[in-house]
């Protein structure tokens, strides 16, 4: 998969993996790398800088742990960032539905050129287009 495919949903996917409790970096990595069933690998050059950011906007906040005679940063939800998860969720349903929709338009009575999603049957308005 390209690395490029991640931009943009790195906030969401260290958000969600550590939804199950506190993990330390490479476990975030090792993580992530396992629920995607080896199609995305993070480095570690990418992970801190994003963990340090989730961090200062309190999603996130960390402690260190010993183990042994090393000593891991270890990072854990907050409240903030259980909401910060839940609109990211939100936010990924409602882009995939619009690339969807495109990929894989729908045919018949209701499509035509400016049929989309709000015009299909049991879909109601949305709150916006997404723009890039």
């Known amino acids: 998969?390209?690395?490029?495919?991640?931009r943009g949903h790195l906030d969401a996917l260290l958000l969600?993996?550590?939804?199950?409790?506190?993990?330390?970096?490479?476990a975030?990595?090792?993580?992530?790398?396992?629920?995607?069933g080896g199609a995305l690998e993070l480095r570690t050059g990418t992970i801190y800088p994003a963990l340090n950011r989730l961090e200062r906007l309190g999603l996130l906040r960390s402690s260190w742990q010993s183990v042994g005679e090393r000593r891991r940063r270890c990072y854990e939800l907050t409240e903030a960032g259980r909401g910060g998860l839940a609109s990211e969720r939100a936010a990924w349903r409602e882009f995939t539905a619009a690339i969807g929709s495109?990929?894989?338009?729908?045919?018949g009575p209701m499509a035509g050129p400016l049929?989309?999603?709000?015009?299909?049957?049991?879909?109601?308005p949305t709150a916006g287009p997404v723009t890039a």
């Open 16 to 26: 969600a993996v550590l939804e199950s409790g506190p993990l330390h970096g490479y």
């Open 115 to 124: 049929a989309g999603p709000a015009s299909r049957p049991g879909n109601g």
């Open 1 to 6: 998969m390209k690395a490029d495919a991640v």
């Open 28 to 36: 975030i990595i090792a993580a992530v790398q396992q629920r995607s």
């Open 102 to 107: 495109v990929l894989n338009p729908v045919t």
